[in-house]
């Protein structure tokens, strides 16, 4: 597939002196995190995918929820005190992030957003989660994700 891109995502690692490993696969689109995570032959449930949100003022904010899970908007709503959530229009999302749909990664992000990430993922070691492009996942521990993201853990799984 060639060489790995160097993104916004990567290069804000980069300067944090995380650890992590790049992982290229044939983006479909739609795919998902499932998809990637059947393409590279990894539990989906390690693959971490990269919601963009918002409340219903239009604030932004981010999750983190396991590749095979769904969250329960209501229960972020309640829990960050707001009337609702959904999910950001994609043009939207796009101009917040400097990702493209599907290629949104929580790393170097052009805004700054509160970051939400299911708790669960903590059970866990080695994590995918984008790399900033369709195509790419980063392999790192979970608990590097946790210290350089600072993320508010939660439990919203439906």
């Known amino acids: 597939m060639g060489s790995t891109p160097m993104t916004s995502a990567i290069r804000s690692l980069n300067k944090t002196g995380a650890t992590f490993t790049t992982h290229m696969y044939p983006y479909a689109d739609g795919s998902g995190a499932s998809g990637a995570a059947e393409l590279l032959g ?12 918002e409340t219903d003022s239009s604030d932004p904010l981010c999750v983190l929820m396991h590749g095979d899970e769904q969250v329960s908007t209501k229960a972020l709503a309640r829990l ?10 994609p043009i939207v999302a796009q101009k917040r992030t400097g990702y493209q749909v599907g290629g949104t990664s929580p790393f170097g992000m052009r805004t700054d957003m509160p970051i939400y990430l299911q708790a ?6 080695g994590i995918y989660v984008n790399g900033g492009r369709r195509g790419l996942l980063l392999c790192m521990e979970s608990r590097e994700l946790v210290s350089v993201l600072q993320p ?5 799984m439906t």
């Not at 990894?42 to 949100?53: G, R």
């Not at 508010?152 to 919203?156: A, D, E, N, P, Q």
Request: glycine letters at 6%; proline letters at 3%; hydrophobic letters at 45%.
């Open 42 to 53: 990894l539990d989906p449930h390690l693959v971490i995918k990269t919601l963009i949100m």
């Open 120 to 125: 669960t993922v903590l059970d866990y070691g």
């Open 80 to 89: 960050i005190g707001t009337k609702s959530v959904r999910v950001s229009d």
């Open 152 to 156: 508010t853990l939660v439990h919203i």
